[in-house]
């Protein structure tokens, strides 16, 4: 049974920084790209981040600039460096990795909310 399990998210003004971690546990025998979701209030959800096994990344738009995505391979984990945060990054942040476990495919963390207040 694999899980993803996320933390660090919370309450923050604008113009402050949050790091949203990610860890993966069970039987894991590869891990390929790992990324984050978002979803805010009566939207889809949508990418923020990726990066994949080698270490590249891939970012929204909205987001580029302010985000770092990164990841511990030794540690099956992954982060997400929040700075400049804007009142439209309020959302539900949700981790998604590609792995190989017993069987093969995309997992999905429960999600951790973050506030950012004007």
């Known amino acids: 049974q694999v899980q993803l399990v996320e933390s660090g998210g919370g309450l923050v003004q604008a113009g402050g920084s949050l790091r949203l971690s990610c860890v993966a546990s069970?039987?894991?025998?590869?891990?390929?790209?790992m990324a984050w979701y978002r979803q805010a209030p009566g939207k889809q959800r949508e990418l923020v981040a990726s990066?994949?096994?080698?270490?590249?990344?891939n970012y929204a738009d909205s987001v580029k600039g302010r985000f770092t995505i990164s990841r511990d391979n030794a540690k099956n984990t992954n982060y997400l460096q929040m700075n400049s945060l804007k009142p439209e990054d309020t959302a539900v942040y949700f981790c998604?990795?590609?792995?190989?476990?017993w069987g093969q495919g995309h997992y999905w963390g429960q999600g951790t909310q973050v506030t950012v207040s004007s």
């Open positions: 998604n990795a590609y792995i190989r476990s």
């Open positions: 069970g039987t894991i025998f590869s891990i390929y790209t």
């Open positions: 990066i994949t096994s080698g270490g590249s990344t």
